[in-house]
């Protein structure tokens, strides 16, 4: 009688682990996401072999964490069925375990892209706020009739979602040359994020946090442009 599993069959089970997990853990698809999206980024902007490296440790660090984290708090549960704070405690270290190697992730991104990212978005952003006022004036209109059109089925847009969207365009237009690229970057992280609450807590769905973005972006790329 075998009593240890192959090699395959221990491949297999340690494939099905990450399944299972891409499948059932929404910060692991997130995780996940991103780091094809650092990926994809790093080999379009012509990174090195070794910041390529560096890059791939660090997200690997993090799936990782994740991974164990979630483990962690699966056997906890599987354990007890009662409150317990040693078991409050595991979860909590496993998740700042995961936080961590995050925060370790984005420092390292930073180290990587801010240097040949600045100038490919500082180019982007100055095209942007010197293109005419027309050409903004006439996406205005068109994201306008846009949602107007599909307010029946979608409802209103969100109105937080445009504030925090309209707060990073206009971050991005007042802050100077030099501080502009992680000014803008920081703002329109905290927007998403802002959207990305909107979407969780069930107050607007995916399209009407779009069309709230993209208005309150819009009209204040207009207002800075004409005025």
Do not use: C
Request: no cysteine.
């Amino acid at each position: 009688m075998r009593l240890r599993p192959s090699v395959i069959e221990s491949f297999n089970f340690a494939i099905e682990g990450v399944i299972h997990v891409l499948r059932t853990q929404r910060n692991m698809r997130l995780h996940f996401a991103a780091a094809v999206a650092v990926i994809v980024v790093a080999v379009a902007v012509g990174v090195s072999k070794i910041e390529l490296s560096v890059l791939l440790i660090s997200i690997a660090f993090v799936l990782v964490a994740e991974m164990i984290n979630t483990a962690v708090e699966g056997t906890i549960d599987a354990a007890t069925t009662s409150f317990d704070p040693m078991a409050k405690l595991a979860k909590d270290i496993a998740a700042g375990a995961v936080l961590i190697a995050s925060v370790n992730a984005v420092a390292v991104g930073y180290l990587v892209f801010a240097g040949k990212a600045a100038d490919k978005t500082a180019d982007v952003l100055d095209r942007v706020r010197t293109a005419p006022a027309q050409i903004t004036l006439v996406a205005l209109v068109l994201t306008v009739i846009t949602v107007i059109a599909t307010k029946a089925w979608t409802g209103l847009p969100s109105g937080h979602a445009a504030v925090a969207f309209a707060g990073w365009m206009a971050a991005t237009y007042i802050v100077t040359d030099s501080h502009r690229f992680v000014v803008s970057a920081l703002t329109f992280i905290m927007a998403l994020l802002v959207a990305q609450t909107r979407v969780e807590s069930g107050v607007h769905s995916a399209l009407e946090v779009a069309y709230g973005g993209a208005l309150g972006a819009l009209v204040t790329l207009a207002v800075f442009q004409l005025l």
